[in-house]
């Protein structure tokens, strides 16, 4: 159990509210699986897309 209105408190309250409107709604677990699937991969897209351009920021900072 998590201190009532620390940041962990909300992460869970905010997934399980989410997680409550799938279930409300009648919505099938290979459809809440395949959300949860595409946000996850949007997440790792969007977070190698920053390294990269970190990476290639850092590479033309050592050529100069």
Sequence with gaps: ???PYSP???RK???KESLDLYFDNYV???VI???LMN???ER???A????QKATHLESKLRKK
């Design 44 to 46: 790792s897209e969007d």
């Design 13 to 15: 309250r905010y997934l």
């Design 28 to 30: 099938e677990v290979e």
């Design 39 to 41: 946000i996850i991969n």
């Design 48 to 51: 190698y897309a920053e390294f």
């Design 1 to 3: 159990m998590y201190k």
């Design 8 to 10: 962990e408190w909300h």
């Design 33 to 35: 699986y395949e959300d």
